[in-house]
């Protein structure tokens, strides 16, 4: 997207940021080309090597701040080390893979891992170079630290319909190719023609690790991360050394237990902290959320919090709530649909994760970060009922969506709502295991009809209180709508009526047809 | 913006929501053309006319909701009462002004107010009619009760920049015309030909008054603005009756005084929090701290807490920080300026209040919905400097414009920056009381020494160290750049360096600009 690689390393005042500019502007000396390779920690000495001449120093220190960053984990495929696969981490790498592909030398890419990194990659591999590519992802779903399955799959399918390859559930065992002209093709364990893929270059999206050898060498605690460990002041376990940024470890603040958290925002803001530390002023960074937001194509992810997953790893009892909804007044002529999973504990009812999707991603990115920095609160399911957020027609409903999955999670919560899960539904769905009632006007329902025959039934939701004799009542039913919200009130009226076999489709028509698009 | 009006009460799957709506799908009986006219509390029944044939009735209730809303107010000008002179407040006088427009029998409007609804409404009388059309205002801002006056001045200018005449400081005195035809000028107390404004529609935009009168009879208490006094529960003085909407009012939960807050989202969350009560099942609504947010032509604005006017008014000690940045990464293309005002308390640096504008609506409303909730936690200058928002280069800066506004209200507070506002720049340069040392690059420079000649000094930045000996030292010096930032960090060397007698423009030249677009 940035045309200029120069733009991504100038000030907003376009000043390029080499250490003439911290010499001049900001005070600072640099020294480019010299590797710490050692602390002195007794007399407080920094061992330093000046790359170019192998000259060793020492430097003398009051305070020593470490912000050493992480380095790309390049796993160790038969392989990996060949030309053309590449990690990326820094305007060095970006260079080099934007010089292969400005020369027009890479048709088709293999992406290990879809993770953020992957993701983006694949991205600006496919749209704006136009090269054929292949996500490889372990995992059965793609960003699978950050999202759950029902948002994940959004996500997947917006990256096939932009012509990203994904697959998932799947590992490379070996990357083929020549020592001097580089990768040629990629191999899994699919043990066919199919498991070979053909391409011209690799990247590698296998997450990082923290640049702490020297600093572990000198006896600063390290968590099982490998990333320093530090104190609310971003202090390590010597007072006079201070680190933070991608070399830290972090208190999760949901779940109590620290992690990584590898983004430049976190290091931006903790920079300060040690700043005030250092001259004498208490200031405290107290952990993260693990707000997270991406791009995807003209898709918004944003998710903080815990998945379900991790809230069930870290002993929580999780349920959740996904809700479908526009991302402003519905009749605004630019209002699109967006999907919410809220997350939330069953027995304390404390939110625990949220997760965001749409198609405008400033409007998904201000759901998320409305209610992330509250989770440290302590923030239950009624506080995001009643959450205050601005709101005037051009860019929230009344009654928003952050509010409606508040709402129906407590529903869920109550028990008034039995929901269905799409995932889950489509497998039952599929084995003909359950039927639908759809409660939306009859012309919509006429496509499903059609192809699905008598699995798929249409009560319209005005008419259903007078058809009920039509409604099966010994099967399991789902009940379907445009986005979950007449179903459920069908749902509660056909209870009052002993009909107790039905299920909610959590986010209706609109989240099957965006996480199964033959369902549209 | 909206072609058809039915939008405006259709649900959004299109359902238009008359009683036989509420009726087949909520299982809810709606007496249309009904009045209440007074309650029996004592036996617990509503007295109601039938408007239609003036028909007197009870009606038995175990629990009664109030829900009667608001009336706009009608100030008493002569002249008030003629034929096109509107408030407007729902869809019939919507669609009333919306057929004299349509049939092209409006050329000029004058609106009184310019709160919301006279924003709004002189947007769309310019914007979708080309009705020349004037804001007259007794405050010396636009949206007196929303914003302080520096995001006002930049609303103001947006409204000029559109076509909106905008007079503030005025009152109108009388309105003309005739009691057939209707409104031909309006008069201000301006004793020339200019005060007297010709239009063919006015609009009054003067506030609304809670429809209470009926209720406030039965002996329920009303607060000094007349809306109902409710517990969290949303209970009125009486423990059967709850109201909800326009006719209460609210804790406002920075100032800790109850206020209006007439906006639908509080409604609708509160209607939800009184079906609970009812229902045997404990549920709270705890107030609002005012969040309140507005389109501008292609602007959007949005608010939450006090103004500074207001936290003085409730015994606060405001001091507040101007920021410009933009709303994602500086480098990314479709990146634009946005301007915050963020207000603490200078005495226990609690938050106060923030102000946002900018011309990506979603992202402007994102920053205020960020840190708004947060204000009932007794949130902090601190808190908000490390506050954990989304970051993606697409959406956010990695040091983001909140984290920002919090560490430049930390670094006033802590008299690190001496800053000036843009307003009171304004007045001292034109009197010329302070001149302006211009730290950019001289090219940006330029057009302004020339137009100012030595009341406009540039030294830029890289090379202020080493040219100290250039800078006036006995006189008021107004540092600028171009949004704060590196003027900033000139203050603080020139500080060290002796140069004690210098002011920073808040919010730069980015923020002189929006102000003063005389200065871009």
């Known amino acids: 997207m940035i045309a200029d690689i120069e733009g991504l390393y100038s ?12 010499k001049d502007c900001k005070g600072i000396k640099i020294f480019p080309r010299v590797e710490a390779v050692g602390i002195n920690r007794k007399e407080r000495k920094l061992n330093i090597r000046y790359l170019d001449d192998d000259r060793k120093e020492e430097m003398a220190y009051d305070k020593l701040v470490i912000a050493t960053g992480a380095t790309p984990f390049r796993p ?18 970006a260079q080099d893979i934007k010089e292969i592909l400005a020369k027009g030398q890479a048709a088709k890419a293999v992406v290990i891992g ?46 096939e319909e932009n012509g990203v390859k994904v697959i998932l559930s799947e590992r490379v065992l070996r990357i083929n190719g020549h020592p001097k002209s580089g990768v040629t093709s990629v191999e ?55 680190a933070g940024g991608d070399c830290v470890e972090l208190r999760n603040l949901v779940s109590g237990e620290n ?42 992810i944003a998710t903080a919090g815990l998945t379900a997953t991790q809230a069930k790893a870290n002993g929580f009892d999780p349920i959740h709530a996904i809700v479908a909804q526009h991302d402003r007044a519905h009749f605004y002529p630019d209002s699109q649909m967006m999907f919410i999973t809220l997350i939330a504990d069953a027995k304390t009812r404390k939110i625990l994760g949220i997760e965001a999707v749409g198609h405008q991603g400033d409007a998904i990115k201000a759901r998320v970060d409305a209610i992330a920095p509250l989770f440290q609160t302590g923030l239950d399911v009624d506080d995001v009922c009643v959450l205050e957020t601005g709101y005037a027609p051009p860019y929230a409903s009344a009654m928003d969506i952050i509010n409606n999955a508040g709402n129906v999670l407590d529903n869920i919560l109550e028990k008034r709502n039995i929901p269905i899960d799409v995932m889950d539904f489509l497998k ?55 986005t979950g919200a007449r179903s459920y009130e069908c749902q509660i009226m056909l209870a009052q009526n002993g009909f107790t076999n039905t299920k909610n489709l959590q986010g209706g028509a609109a989240m099957l047809g965006a996480a199964a698009p033959e369902f549209t």
């Open 259 to 300: 992690m990584t958290m590898p983004l430049g925002s976190l290091a931006n803001r903790q920079g300060r902290i040690i700043a005030n530390n250092i001259h004498g002023r208490a200031s405290q960074f107290k952990g993260t959320v693990g707000t997270f937001c991406i791009k995807v194509f003209d898709m918004g």
């Open 188 to 242: 899994t364990s699919v043990d066919s023609p199919e498991g070979v893929l053909d391409c011209d270059l690799v990247v590698m999206s296998a997450g990082v690790r923290p640049n702490t050898k020297f600093a572990a060498e000198a006896g600063l605690a390290v968590g099982s991360s490998g990333a320093l460990l530090v104190d609310r002041c971003m202090r390590t376990t010597d007072p006079h050394i201070y």
């Open 11 to 22: 000030t907003s005042s376009h000043a390029i940021r080499d250490p003439e500019f911290f």
């Open 76 to 93: 160790p495929i038969p392989g990996a080390d060949l030309p053309r696969v590449f990690t990326v981490s820094n305007l060095h790498s």
């Open 428 to 482: 039952k769905f599929k084995a003909k295991k359950i039927r639908v009632l759809d409660v939306r006007e009859e012309k919509e329902a006429i496509p499903l009809i059609e192809k699905y025959n008598d699995s798929w039934i249409c009560i319209p939701h005005p008419e259903l209180r007078t058809r009920l004799n039509e409604v099966p009542k010994d099967e399991p039913l789902c009940l379907l709508c445009g």
């Open 114 to 159: 879809a993770g953020a990194i992957g993701i983006e990659m694949a991205e600006a591999l496919t749209d704006l170079w136009g090269v054929e590519t292949t996500i490889i992802e372990m995992a059965d779903q793609v960003l699978p630290a950050a999202l759950g399955k029902h948002v994940s799959k959004i996500a997947e399918n917006q990256l």
